[in-house]
């Protein structure tokens, strides 16, 4: 490992610690995502949208016994949000490509096809990728006072 590399890690490993003393955010990543890349955070927060955790309320359910928030960081540049869906989603940005794609016809004719499609945009460095899952989590979740 290179020493840019090396100081790379410690940056990162700083700005977790900061986010778990700061904002009471947990850090639940298994062996087998760290050895992948992939940085795993439960955050002090129901993973429900407002709406829903309006219906918990008027239900009476216990807010505390809800899941938390998870959201992960990918080595391949994308953060996902683990719960709150069938699958994980991305939370990358967005933005419009243009797009082309060949393909042939049964009697042999090339056609081309155009069009304009939503792509997520990567985040390469891991500890941008934390610092957007944290503003995610500040701007969506996080309770102001």
């Not at 239900?59 to 959201?71: A, F, M, Q």
């Not at 391949?76 to 990358?92: E, F, L, P």
């Not at 060949?102 to 934390?130: C, E, F, M």
Request: charged fraction near 25%; aromatic fraction near 16%; charge should be positive.
């Amino acid at each position: 490992m290179t020493n840019y590399q090396l100081k790379q890690l410690e940056l990162e490993d700083e700005f977790v610690k900061t986010m778990l003393f700061e904002y009471g955010i947990r850090e639940v990543s298994t062996p087998r995502q760290i050895k992948n890349g992939t940085r795993e955070f439960e955050f002090p927060v129901p993973c429900y949208s407002k709406p829903r955790l309006k219906w918990f309320k008027r239900k009476k359910y216990d807010l505390k016994d809800l899941p938390r928030l998870r959201l992960a960081s990918f080595e391949s540049g994308y953060v996902r949000k683990q719960n709150g869906a069938y699958t994980a989603y991305q939370i990358n940005p967005v933005y419009m490509q243009n797009t082309q794609y060949v393909w042939q016809r049964d009697n042999g004719d090339l056609y081309v096809s155009k069009g304009i499609t939503h792509t997520r945009a990567l985040i390469p460095s891991p500890i941008t990728r934390l610092n957007f899952m944290l503003n995610y989590y500040l701007k969506n979740y996080a309770r102001t006072k």
